[in-house]
């Protein structure tokens, strides 16, 4: 089956930046849609935003204009740019994966891909 494997969480002052990556041992057509989710202590999960294939994306509201979501079509591997970081944007941030031809509104914060990453945590904190 596909595996995800994250990297790149840590610790960052707030108005800093980071970037996750995400590799997946799917090959180009195993894998369909991917995505960032992440959950918070005490909240419920929330999409982070999602890219398709053909990278139509889409993102939450409280990431717009300042995250950036992409992928390479060839390794298919995930990549998140997370500029002007925030303390609410402390959280497990988890890589997803589907393996079926979804239309990209299918996937929000309760609908998500097949497959997932194990996590990464990403701490926003002076």
């Known amino acids: 089956q596909v595996q995800l494997v994250e990297s790149g969480g840590g610790l960052v002052q707030p108005g800093g930046s980071l970037g996750l990556s995400c590799k997946s041992s799917?090959?180009?057509?195993?894998?369909?849609?991917m995505g960032w989710y992440r959950q918070a202590p005490g909240k419920q999960r929330e999409l982070v935003a999602v890219?398709?294939?053909?990278?139509?994306?889409n993102y939450a509201d409280s990431v717009k204009g300042r995250f950036t979501i992409s992928r390479d079509n060839g390794d298919n591997t995930l990549y998140l740019q997370m500029n002007s970081l925030k303390p609410e944007d402390t959280a497990v941030y988890y890589c997803?994966?589907?393996?079926?031809?979804?239309?990209?509104?299918?996937?929000?914060?309760?609908?998500?891909?097949?497959?997932w990453g194990q996590g990464t945590q990403v701490t926003v904190s002076s």
């Open positions: 997803n994966a589907d393996n079926q031809g979804r239309p990209i509104t299918f996937y929000n914060n309760t609908r998500a891909g097949n497959y």
């Open positions: 799917g090959t180009f057509y195993s894998i369909y849609t």
């Open positions: 890219i398709s294939r053909s990278k139509i994306t």
